[in-house]
């Protein structure tokens, strides 16, 4: 698969997202473990079909020290033993979140409790907004067709300084 366009050589393209990428800097300063966050982002990246974001997200949690096996059971975290009760929580919001036209009802109540009782509210706020920016994310890798495997662990830290 060839990219169709890149964003970071457009100048418009770059200024909006080095904003875009300060989005992202405001949530890892947030108190949910960043470990937390990327399992968030892989797998909605994993459903939307993002070759780039899979491969960034995969990367990071491996340089973070993340093991093999969990990484790997992401996509089938509801049948795997190694993820928390709140990590569960917020993969579940990250799913709902993220397959809004699969479900009539978005985000069910009952993943919604789960994640009120292992979240406070600034974390749920920071929980929310990654679910919206990582589907923003996934939409321009897959709309340019960027491909994965070339990304290397904090090669976008270079957009937010």
Excluded at 22 to 43: C, D, H, N
Excluded at 94 to 120: I, K
Excluded at 131 to 144: D, F, S
């Amino acid at each position: 698969m060839e990219p169709r366009f890149n964003l970071m050589d457009n100048p418009i393209g770059a200024k909006i997202g080095r904003r875009f990428a300060g989005l992202g800097q405001a949530i890892v300063q947030s108190t949910v473990p960043k470990a937390t966050l990327e399992l968030m982002e892989l797998r909605a990246s994993q459903i939307n079909g993002c070759g780039w974001c899979t491969d960034m997200h995969t990367k990071e949690l491996a340089a973070a020290g993340e093991t093999a096996t969990r990484i790997n059971l992401v996509a089938v975290w509801r049948e795997a033993r190694v993820f928390t009760d709140a990590e569960r929580a917020a993969l579940a919001l990250a799913e709902e979140g993220t397959r809004l036209a699969d479900a009539h009802q978005g985000v069910s109540d009952d993943t919604w409790a789960q994640v009120r009782e292992h979240y406070d509210d600034d974390q749920i706020a920071t929980l929310v907004y990654v679910v919206a920016l990582i589907n923003a994310a996934n939409r321009l890798g897959v709309i340019t067709r960027m491909p994965g495997g070339s990304y290397e662990p904090g090669m976008l830290a270079e957009l937010t300084s």
